[in-house]
């Protein structure tokens, strides 16, 4: 059994995990962002001037892509440094780490399915479906996840 400050240690560790995660996908996003910028900047006038024209409109589509990945890592970056972690609750809320067992749920940022330290930890946002229907629930009820009922161990 966790004590207390353990909880919310493990809780800032994986608050810190995420915000790593998130910042990779940021330095990635704008990376692609940037080289399809330069494929589309270095694509040659050829002698068949459509291919010139549709290289250069993939070019822009691509670094517009990434540019809307990139502001979807923002939102996240910006989700996750707001959620408090320095607390424990007792109810599935931003900022809480729902246990259940043979899968855990921290609602932060929707990041997905990640393995931490061993552990298969599901990311989601505190406004997803699934934080919905948790933030209705309590240590010791259940709910369907996966096709399959999935009970709460523990809430903090």
């Known amino acids: 059994m966790m004590t207390a400050s353990e909880k919310i240690q493990f809780k800032n560790s994986l608050r810190q995990w995420g915000l790593s995660l998130i910042e990779q996908r940021i330095a990635t996003a704008r990376e692609a962002a940037d080289n399809a910028q330069q494929a589309a900047n270095q ?3 050829s002698s068949a001037g459509d291919k010139y024209e549709t290289g250069r409109a993939m070019g822009h589509l691509q670094k517009d892509m990434y540019a809307g990945q ?4 923002l939102k996240d970056l ?3 440094k707001a959620v408090d972690t320095d607390m424990l609750y007792s109810k599935p809320v931003a900022g809480s780490f729902v246990n259940c067992g043979n899968c ?3 609602i932060a940022a929707g990041l997905g399915k990640q393995l931490v330290a061993g552990q298969t930890i ?3 946002s505190p406004y997803a479906p699934l934080a ?8 010791g009820d259940s709910f369907p996840f996966n096709n399959a009922t999935t009970v709460i161990a523990d809430i903090y």
């Open 132 to 139: 919905r229907i948790l933030e209705q629930k309590k240590t």
């Open 70 to 73: 990139l502001a979807a890592h």
């Open 43 to 45: 694509e040659e006038k």
């Open 78 to 80: 910006a989700a996750l």
């Open 104 to 106: 855990a749920f921290f």
């Open 122 to 124: 599901f990311f989601i």
